[in-house]
């Protein structure tokens, strides 16, 4: 069955990157010029999903607002002529009733998050995206997972190596047979201690999920950090369907950590056709001599 529904969990307080997120949703930060939630959504749409359905909290109007007519705007560059820019903005507006907006009422995890999603997606296979990862690559990230899960069925999740000691960060793999980019997923833990973790494959914020899942996440059990943890929900399909990680091909940024915010702005800027040349020059200029 075709993947059609995308689910964001966007309610997070984004308290990593204070003070940008103390008045905008941490989902509106900007790389280039278009912000994470934007990357996220144009993926889903990239893969074929019809429906976008965020889990959202107080706070996040401006993600509503960022996802319908802005009509003020539209009329003033209308009046001004300014004829490229409105067309693009209304570019990739999804369709009327394609988003769907649901509130996780409450902080308990992100297992809970997409639980609150479960009966907008009902009984068929959906994706999953976390905005703060962006990955910069050939195929979109979640294209790469729907175009496996039309081979494998089951679940399938996107997975990349991470230093050892990085391992707490994640939820990591018990890994089985290995048929060239797909591993077999044996198991998964939330964010083990370096010292115990099965392996360093570790997943990023892109899962194609069955709906086998939503029993366990039903059970609404607490795992590591006392959350109702998404990976804990995902262990229970081990064995009940086919699931595997996806080695994908491209670049991934975790944004909600600075570094990885400010390096994912430098990688967009150098692979984009009108700024690449530009920033590459900036940079050069702005690194120490000894440095370049
Ligand atoms: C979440 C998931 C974790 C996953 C990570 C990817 O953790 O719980 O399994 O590896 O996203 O970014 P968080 O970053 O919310 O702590």
Known sequence: MKVRKAVFPV???????????????????PVVDKPLIQYAVEEAKAAGCEQF????????????????????????????????ELEALKAWLPREGQVVYTRQQEPLGLGHAVLCARDIVGDEPFAVLLPD????????????????????????????????DQTNRYGILQPGGVDGSLTEILGLVEKPD?????STLS????????AEIWPFLEERKKG??????????????????????LRFEGRRFDCGERLGFLEANVAFG??????GGPLAGIIQNLLPKAAQ
């Not at 990593?16 to 949703?25: E, G, Q």
């Not at 990023?204 to 069955?210: E, M, T």
């Not at 150098?270 to 700024?275: G, I, K």
């Open 270 to 275: 150098l692979s984009r056709a009108d700024t």
């Open 53 to 84: 359905i965020f889990v959202t909290g107080r706070g996040k109007t401006a993600l509503e607002d960022h996802f319908d007519h802005a009509y003020e705007l539209e009329a003033t560059l209308e009046r001004r002529g300014k004829t490229r």
């Open 194 to 198: 370096p010292a115990v973790a099965p």
């Open 133 to 164: 990862d962006i990955v910069l690559s050939k195929t979109p990230c979640l294209q790469q997972l729907t175009a496996a899960h039309d081979r494998t069925g089951g679940s399938v999740v996107a997975v990349m190596d991470v230093p050892r």
């Open 11 to 29: 309610a997070g307080l984004g308290t990593r990157s204070l003070p940008a997120t103390k008045a905008i949703p941490k989902e509106m930060l």
């Open 203 to 210: 997943i990023i914020g892109r899962y194609v999920l069955s």
């Open 224 to 245: 590591a950090g006392g959350e109702i943890q998404l990976t804990d929900a995902m262990a229970r399909l081990v064995g009940r369907v086919p699931f595997h990680g």
